[in-house]
């Protein structure tokens, strides 16, 4: 069955993922990222598009390319494990792409995990990460994989104006017995700033609730909120709709990657393209499911409860009951087959950046 999250329009033109991700790699090799991390932070942002995440994905090439040009990303970081126990690890990311330092933090947690039954990894002086989901999905098939990390201030907290807290995601991944597996992935934030650039590029306004502008009140102007907005925590604005769970959610997320890796958190996370480094935290769990009940049951215990809730009684205003990461895995599979759709002006970003490095962009 071939399925899209979103359907592209006449602004949209398809490449293939593998052209995709040559050239984004090749643009990491010419700015000197060592050719392992080039490949994971490609990878990274091609599954993004691969699973409908046009937030996250290649759109976002400019800003890794200016934070490596600014002097504030460091292509060579020298990445190390600052503290260690068997269950746990503090990585020192010295400032790196995200992705690489990310992979290389739930690489250890799952090692952790395997050996000691959890792995529980914090990292300080990384950049933006990409898709909190990529890292969770890590730890599929054997293991359950937990991905966060906080970002540079781009929400308000409830009852606040004013940035002052990030759009901290969390990502869970549960393996079932059939794919596709559970994989919640979400910004604590009602959209991520990234959503909020989508509409820009399209010149559409946002949903009334997404962000809120300088005094307080809500704006459906996603050029203004790039500018001088402020997005609204998960739930929305006030309590009402349970804003305030969401703020409580986003800060949770920053006590575990911001203020117990010893990385920067709230107000003060920076951004990957500078003009200061970023100092993001990550913090990556891994979870040995054989420790709790065999890995086998599990999983057919995760199906039952998938197939039950996909089976309950459908809403009479939706055509279908969906789990967390089942859009996505869809959207990835028909991608593969019928290629990436980018857009109009995201062409012409990637087009330029290919041009300055000597690089031919595939269409
Ligand atoms: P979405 O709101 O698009 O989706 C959130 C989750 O809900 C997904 O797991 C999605 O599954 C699931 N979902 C969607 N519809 C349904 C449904 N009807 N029933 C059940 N589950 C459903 O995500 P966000 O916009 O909040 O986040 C987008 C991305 O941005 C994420 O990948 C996140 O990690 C990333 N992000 C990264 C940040 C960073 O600093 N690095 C900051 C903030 C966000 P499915 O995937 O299948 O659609």
């Not at 899209?4 to 643009?27: A, M, N, W």
């Not at 054997?142 to 990502?171: C, E, F, K, Q, W």
């Not at 891994?286 to 409860?305: G, K, Q, S, T, Y």
Request: aromatic fraction near 6%; include cysteine; hydrophobic fraction near 40%.
């Amino acid at each position: 069955m071939l399925y899209e999250k979103h359907v592209p329009d006449e602004e949209y033109t398809r490449v293939g993922y593998r052209d995709l991700k040559s050239f984004v790699k090749e643009v990491f090799l010419r700015l000197g990222v060592p050719e392992e991390d080039a490949e994971i932070t490609a990878d990274n942002l091609v599954a993004a598009d691969l699973r409908g995440i046009e937030s996250h994905g290649v759109s976002r090439l400019k800003r890794y390319v200016d934070g490596i040009k600014n002097g504030v990303v460091k292509t060579r970081p020298n990445v190390k494990v600052l503290k260690e126990s068997p269950s746990t690890a503090l990585v020192d990311g010295d400032f790196g792409l995200g992705q690489p330092i990310a992979y290389k933090a739930m690489r250890i947690a799952m090692e952790k995990a395997k050996n000691n039954c959890i792995g529980a990894v914090g990292v300080r002086n990384s950049n933006h990460y990409g898709i909190a989901g990529y890292y969770a999905m890590m730890a599929l098939p054997d293991m359950i994989g937990i991905s966060l990390t906080n970002s540079r201030p781009l929400a308000a907290h409830t009852h606040a104006v004013g940035r002052s807290i990030g759009t901290n995601p969390i990502a869970i991944a549960v393996p079932c017995k059939q794919e596709p597996h559970f994989v919640l992935d979400m910004a604590t934030s009602t959209a991520p700033i990234g959503k909020i650039e989508v509409a820009s590029r399209k010149g559409v306004k946002i949903p009334e609730g997404w962000a809120i502008d300088e005094e307080g009140n809500i704006t459906v102007d996603p050029d203004y909120v790039l500018k001088r907005g402020a997005l609204v925590p998960l739930g929305g604005l006030g309590e009402e709709m349970g804003g305030h769970k969401g703020y409580g959610l986003s800060v949770a997320v920053d006590v575990l990657s911001g203020v117990l890796t010893g990385a920067a958190w709230g107000p003060f996370v920076g951004a990957t393209e500078g003009p200061a480094p970023a100092n993001v935290g990550h913090f990556f769990i891994a979870i040995n499911i054989d420790c709790f009940i065999p890995v086998d049951e599990f999983r057919e215990r995760m199906e039952l409860l998938k197939m039950t809730l996909k089976n309950w009684k459908v809403h009479p205003k939706a055509e279908r009951i969906w789990i967390p990461g089942e859009k996505s895995w869809l959207t990835e599979r028909t991608r593969k087959e019928i290629g990436v759709p980018l857009h109009r002006r995201t062409i012409e970003m990637l087009r330029k950046i290919g041009e300055e490095l000597g690089i031919r962009f595939p269409i």
